[in-house]
């Protein structure tokens, strides 16, 4: 028996104001609202509800009648779903009957529902990972919240995977997670090195004859039909066909006249007219199908484009030089413990964002251009690098951000871990570190050098620098008020 499992990403990208730079936007004083600042939330709400329209709604209608019309039987029929948190968010804000006829596909049991990042961002890819598991974390209880599920599956953003993402994935507790088939035969199950947990690869050529192929005339296999679909997968060996494609393929990419809602609703029918094939969840093959063998995938692959790696998003200069700059800003954002700010930040952090950067031609490149609201790549990166520069400059006003970190220790060997970026950072780490350290950096003359040389703040590191002959907790509650001086001066 052959397990068939039908995935669907979905996720809506939340788009910037494309003219941000050109119209003059950049370091305001007055924004009473810096979200609606730098995002078009009408145009999001525009696309959002022209594609629940033309997609969502009616894809899930036809799920539905056909999880609940092969009910019962001893091959029924299943899918399973990755939303990103912001396309959740999205369905609360723009069309809440969505998100309700989720829930309903979801409470069939024909559901399962699969965990990723949050914002569908490549926090993956940085060195520190922290980033990354916060954002799988908040994914985490977002799923809890709404649908009551605990994901066991884990699916990185555009399938984005190496043998150091399967290990923190297990770590996360999650027991399957997802890539794409370019690296080994997509019809069976694996084992990441070193870990316990299943490695289910897409099968790109069968999704993509759905996805990409479906109402192209010049495909020699035009017009594509479920029964003829439904004979290829029962003529595919192995243990499994992972089909997972965008949701928005059904109604949006390719369009309800060109029968692709049709080919939906009758794919299940002919699917089980084989008897060598079955529908199954990924958790489900997961627990079901023993590992052929290990596979070890060291090197980043994700499901983007003809080099499946991460040159989608990183594969040019601007691309490269935005996403270091969002990187950098992650240490201040989070010393200004400003939840607006860092919410913000995160939703910068969405991979749509790089993707529109891309300036190779050829077929990809007409793909990426379909995708993006803008007009060339180029000025994707004028309008997503201002919109950094503005947060930047708002988090230097906010945290007096630093030029230079400073790393506390207790010894010139002893790291304790500590780093303040800002001078918000640095009171919030004065409120804990050990005296030892305090001790050991107020002997040396180190903070009021860091306020002067990094800071540039000379009446800081005078006030900073009288503290020379101050011992225990005297120090730390002097420290505290000079550096909150600053601080509450600045509001």
């Not at 507790?173 to 690869?201: H, K, W």
Request: charged share 25%; aromatic share 14%.
């Amino acid at each position: 028996m052959t397990l068939v499992s039908l995935c669907f990403e979905v996720h809506q990208p939340l788009r910037l104001k494309k003219n941000f730079f050109w119209d003059n936007f950049s370091l305001r004083e007055a924004v009473p609202n810096l979200r609606e600042f730098y995002f078009d939330d009408s145009e999001n709400r525009r696309i959002f509800e022209r594609v629940s329209d033309k997609c969502y709604l009616p894809a899930n209608e036809v799920i539905l009648e056909c999880i609940r019309k092969h009910e019962g039987s001893d091959r029924p029929f299943k899918v399973a779903y990755s939303f990103s948190g912001v396309f959740l968010e999205q369905c609360r804000a723009y069309r809440p009957e969505v998100l309700d006829s989720f829930v309903k596909l979801v409470e069939t049991g024909g559901v399962e529902v699969m965990g990723q990042t949050y914002y569908h961002s490549l926090a993956s890819l940085y060195e520190d990972k922290s980033e990354f598991f916060e954002q799988v974390k908040m994914h985490k209880e977002l799923i809890w919240d709404i649908f009551g599920l605990h994901p066991t599956t884990f699916e990185n953003t555009e399938l984005i995977y190496n043998d150091e993402i399967a290990g923190m994935v297990e770590c996360m507790g999650y027991r399957t997670v997802f890539t794409e088939g370019v690296v080994a035969d997509p019809n069976y199950v694996y084992r990441p090195p070193q870990t316990g947990i299943s490695l289910l690869l897409r099968n790109f050529k069968l999704t993509d004859d759905i996805g990409f192929r479906f109402s192209s005339r010049s495909w020699e296999e035009y017009p594509l039909t479920a029964d003829k679909y439904a004979g290829w997968l029962a003529a595919t060996p192995g243990q499994c066909i992972n089909i997972f494609c965008d949701y928005e393929t059904f109604g949006e990419h390719q369009w309800a006249d060109t029968g692709i809602f049709e080919f939906l609703r009758v794919l299940p029918k002919e699917v089980l007219r084989h008897e060598n094939l079955r529908f199954a969840t990924p958790a489900e093959i997961a627990r079901d199908t023993p590992p052929e063998r290990e596979l070890s995938v060291p090197n980043y692959v994700s499901w983007a484009d003809l080099e499946r790696d991460t040159s989608c998003w990183l594969g040019n200069a601007l691309q490269q030089a935005c996403f270091i700059y969002q990187k950098r800003l992650e240490a201040p954002v989070k010393e200004s413990r400003d939840p607006e700010l860092l919410q913000i930040w995160r939703t910068l952090l969405l991979s749509d964002h790089l993707y529109y950067i891309f300036t190779h031609g050829g077929g990809p490149g007409e793909v990426h251009s379909y995708f993006s609201p803008y007009g060339i790549p180029y000025d994707a990166s004028v309008t997503y690098f201002s919109v950094l520069c503005d947060l930047h400059y708002r988090l230097k006003k906010k945290t007096h951000l630093a030029d230079s970190p400073f790393r506390f220790a207790t010894d010139t060997d002893q790291f304790t871990g500590e780093v303040a970026w800002s001078l918000a950072g640095l009171q919030n780490i004065l409120k804990t570190v050990s005296i030892e350290s305090l001790l050991y950096h107020n002997s040396r003359g180190d903070l009021a050098l860091w306020a002067a040389t990094s800071l540039a703040d000379a009446s800081l590191a005078e006030r900073l620098a009288k503290l020379k002959s101050i011992k225990g907790e005297r120090l730390r509650k002097g420290l505290l008020k000079a550096v909150d001086g600053v601080l509450l001066g600045a509001k």
